[in-house]
């Protein structure tokens, strides 16, 4: 072999590993958007929410959905609609910090998140999680996932879905009102 031909099989060999390295480093830097809750949404039969000092639990008997503690309003289809469609299927993406010192940034601490548990038939729970607000995207929210203490970006706002008002998941039901009923005229009893 001539020795220009061994230099350039040298840096041949240099090159492709440069590309492969540089390769690896990028694919490090995609952001892998997996979803939350993986479960089979049939099997969640209470749902916690907590913000602050303030919570409220959904229970599931049968098919029907209730406010726990409260008789007088009944399920809005549409917010509960709205948690299974949106909240149940918000993605993680990218891992913004694995500190959790910084959690108050996040606003996912304790005392700062707003808490979601999903708990099954037999009283374990599924799945927990903490969002937190983003400050600089409004599009979208920072959330813990279980013990996990990496804080994701999620790809959306579900926040606002997470409402801890009775007057967000329920409303009074509504009275069927039936026409008067026709009073026979004296003509008509005659």
């Known amino acids: 072999m001539t020795k220009n031909l061994k230099i350039s099989l040298i840096l041949l060999c240099i090159l ?14 995609i952001s892998k958007s997996t979803s939350i809750f993986l479960d089979n949404p049939n ?67 304790d005392s700062l998140g707003t808490h979601l548990a999903l708990i099954n038939s037999i009283g374990d729970t599924s799945a927990y999680y903490i969002f937190g607000r983003s400050r600089s995207d409004y599009s979208r929210s920072y959330v813990r996932v279980n013990i996990d203490p990496r804080v994701y970006l999620a790809n959306q706002n579900v926040i606002y879905m997470l409402s801890t008002q009775e007057n967000y998941w329920g409303e009074k039901q509504k009275k069927e009102i039936f026409p008067p009923a026709s009073v026979p005229s004296n003509s008509e009893t005659n």
Do not use: C
């Open 16 to 29: 492709i590993g440069i590309y492969f390295i540089i390769n690896k480093k990028q694919n490090n830097l």
């Open 43 to 109: 099997d969640i039969f209470k749902i916690l929410i907590q913000k602050e000092n303030d919570a409220i639990e959904l229970i599931r008997m049968d098919t029907t959905w209730k406010i726990s503690g409260n008789d007088t309003l009944i399920i809005k289809q549409r917010s509960l609609d709205n948690f299974f469609d949106n909240v149940l299927k918000v993605n993680r993406e990218t891992i913004i910090s694995e500190d959790p010192t910084k959690y108050d940034k996040y606003s996912i601490t």
